[in-house]
């Protein structure tokens, strides 16, 4: 159940990136839920008798963190801060899996074939056929929050490779603990320095603030590092295929958001494109 479990939970991450950054900042947003999660984590760790990290290990999970913490979260905050919607936000965010296929096979050693290579191809132009479309509207994509989502993809897919490639045998709480804290440095110099510390105290705001905690910072990450402790980064990055559907969902029933044919049609191609690139024929989910 854990790889559909994390999938619900994730989709999610979007819709509370919508409210949470009506009464914050998003990277002031981020950053104080970064720092409450770093302490639960650490509490955890001592509290469990968890092995503490080597100098070694630690570095390495504040690398880790940068990218799968500080780059994504932030990029799609923002992106979403910036006007994107939370269902394109998911579209793209959901295209790292296949820049993961793509450098696994140079950092990894996994192989590329002509399966995964159409598939990065139909990805990249689901993607486009979104942009073109929201790029022409009224509220189109402004050039911000697709640089933000750029961002996004490449810290996920780095932090990711990273991960499975040096973090074994990193003790889990204590290690994503440290993910947390060098997130917090970094994300909270952005919020003093670009946006003077934003949030306004509001039951909305401290909701939002709560569901980031729990559910995404802790409940979330935990089972998808569970996962990279067990998987190939290609086999856990395909899981985030399903998330932009998800979140579109989500976004139609709260936000009222609305996508256009084209833009349909490129969730569609984008979703078979990683699909293709991130799985194999006798492959499903739950291996």
Same mark, same amino acid.
């Given at each position: 159940m854990a790889p559909a479990l994390f999938v619900v939970l994730w989709s999610t991450g979007f819709i509370v990136a919508r409210y949470g950054t009506k009464? /914050? %900042?998003?990277? @002031?947003?981020?950053?104080?839920?970064?720092?409450?999660?770093?302490?639960?984590?650490?509490?955890?760790?001592?509290?469990?008798?968890?092995?503490?990290?080597?100098?070694?290990?630690?570095?390495?999970?504040w690398i880790v963190g940068a990218g799968i913490h500080a780059m994504?979260?932030?990029?799609?905050?923002?992106?979403?801060?910036? *006007?994107?919607p939370?269902?394109?936000?998911?579209?793209?965010? /959901?295209?790292?899996?296949?820049? @993961?296929?793509?450098?696994?096979?140079?950092?990894?050693?996994?192989?590329l074939n002509v399966r995964r290579g159409v598939g990065v191809a139909l990805g990249c132009i689901g993607v486009v056929a979104v942009v073109v479309e929201?790029?022409?509207?009224?509220? *189109?994509?402004? @050039?911000?929050?697709?640089?933000a989502m750029g961002i996004a993809v490449i810290g996920m897919s %780095?932090? @990711?490779?990273?991960?499975?490639?040096? /973090?074994?045998?990193?003790?889990?709480?204590?290690?994503?603990a440290w993910q947390y804290a060098v997130t917090t440095v970094i994300l909270g110099i952005g919020a003093v320095v670009f946006e003077g510390w934003e949030f306004t105290v509001t039951a909305r705001s401290l909701w939002s603030l709560a569901w980031a905690v729990g559910v995404l910072s802790l409940a979330a990450i935990l089972i998808m590092?569970?996962?990279?402790?067990?998987?190939? /980064?290609?086999?856990?990055?395909?899981?985030?295929?399903?998330?932009?559907?998800?979140?579109?969902v989500e976004g139609a029933i709260l936000f009222g958001e609305k996508l256009g044919v084209l833009s349909v049609v490129g969730l569609v191609v984008a979703i078979a494109g990683v699909w293709l690139a991130t799985s194999t024929r006798s492959t499903s989910l739950q291996t």
């Open positions: 009464d /914050a %900042g998003p990277l @002031t947003f981020l950053a104080i839920r970064t720092a409450i999660a770093a302490v639960i984590l650490f509490g955890l760790a001592r509290l469990m008798g968890e092995e503490k990290l080597s100098r070694d290990q630690m570095r390495t999970q994504y979260l932030g990029g799609v905050f923002l992106a979403i801060d910036h *006007g994107l939370s269902g394109v936000s998911a579209l793209i965010a /959901a295209l790292h899996p296949v820049l @993961t296929t793509v450098l696994g096979r140079v950092v990894l050693g996994e192989n929201r790029g022409g509207a009224s509220d *189109g994509v402004s @050039t911000l929050a697709l640089v %780095g932090g @990711t490779l990273i991960q499975r490639k040096s /973090a074994v045998g990193v003790p889990l709480l204590g290690g994503t590092l569970w996962l990279l402790h067990r998987q190939a /980064a290609s086999q856990v990055s395909s899981l985030f295929f399903l998330t932009p559907a998800l979140s579109t």
